[in-house]
């Protein structure tokens, strides 16, 4: 495991299984099944009412967003300050650092995906079986066996037949 230390090299947190730095003082640690929040500053922790899994982006341009999973398989989101975007609702999510998400609702055994906003309002609607956002906030949105590219105002930008290699 990952032990967090200050900067006496003093032990904060030991044998974390992940150590996801948000800020300078703001840790997500994944330790014996939980995630928590640990700030450096004040040495506390914040169980994210009772988070078990997290995804955060590979990189944090501007701030993060981050989904968080409870104890009963739904994601949230929240800011790298670890404040609650969106309340735990949603069978997938994917965080990133921009004003938007791609999400899952549950439809039966599979997912519909959309995007959402940070204010949880619908920006490409439920629908699709899959989404994967492009560079300049262009998706690729999976329905079937065609491939729709969209822009946040869920315009059309293209279709074309969904394959592999797209």
């Known amino acids: 495991g990952f032990d967090l230390l200050d900067q006496e090299g003093n032990v ?10 948000l800020t300078d003082t703001v840790f997500i640690i994944q330790k014996e099944g939980n995630v928590t929040l640990f700030n450096v500053n004040s040495k506390l922790e914040n ?6 899994d997290f995804k955060a982006p590979d990189y944090f341009y501007r701030g993060a967003i981050v989904g968080i999973k409870n104890k009963k398989d739904i994601w949230g989101a929240i800011n790298e300050n670890g404040d609650w975007i969106i309340k735990p609702q949603y069978c997938d999510i994917v965080g990133n650092d921009e004003n938007y998400l791609i999400v ?9 995906y959309g995007v959402v906003d940070l204010g949880n309002n619908i920006l490409i609607p439920f629908e699709y079986d899959a989404i994967e956002e492009e560079y300049g906030a ?7 066996n065609k491939l729709y590219t969209k822009n946040l105002s869920n315009e059309v930008l293209k279709v074309e037949n969904a394959t592999d290699e797209n």
């Open 47 to 52: 169980n994210l009412n009772g988070a078990i």
């Open 138 to 144: 262009e998706f690729k949105c999976v329905l079937g």
């Open 104 to 112: 899952g609702k549950c439809d039966g055994v599979s997912f519909k």
């Open 12 to 21: 904060l947190v030991k044998h974390a299984s992940v150590i996801q730095r």
